[in-house]
Nanobody
Framework: QVQLVESGGGLVHAGESLTLSCAAS????????MGWYRQAPGKERESVVS??????EYASFAKGRFTFSRDNAKNTMYLEMNSLKPEDTAVYYC???????????????WGQGTLVTVSS
């Protein structure tokens, strides 16, 4: 199994930047799908970016402002967020999906979330 722990959330002003981290308890190499999601108060969880086999696909609101990356050596993936807006306020979650071995079941694991608050 694997556990994911997000960090880096906080309170920022509009226009500022934050970088979120998602640290895994083991190697992230087996996971071919990785991504970040967010859930704003009173809204459904939505995809921010989903990277399949290393190719990220960004939600329209994230294009040009957010950047996904991963560091396999550190078992960590990141979400760099620039030009933040009040509407980016949400709890941000990381997720991985994949098999730890050829015959293992497909795993989907979520982190506990980290709160990002953007003030106007």
């Amino acid at each position: 199994q694997v556990q994911l722990v997000e960090s880096g959330g906080g309170l920022v002003h509009a226009g500022e930047s934050l970088t979120l981290s998602c640290a895994a308890s083991r190697s992230i190499r087996p996971f071919n799908v990785m991504g970040w999601y967010r859930q704003a108060p009173g809204k459904e969880r939505e995809s921010v970016v989903s990277a399949s086999d290393g190719v990220p696909e960004y939600a329209s609101f994230a294009k040009g402002r957010f950047t996904f990356s991963r560091d396999n050596a550190k078992n960590t993936m990141y979400l760099e967020m620039n030009s933040l807006k009040p509407e980016d306020t949400a709890v941000y979650y990381c997720k991985v999906r994949g098999r730890l071995c050829i015959e293992c079941p497909n795993l989907e694991v979520w982190g506990q979330g980290t709160l990002v608050t953007v003030s106007s």
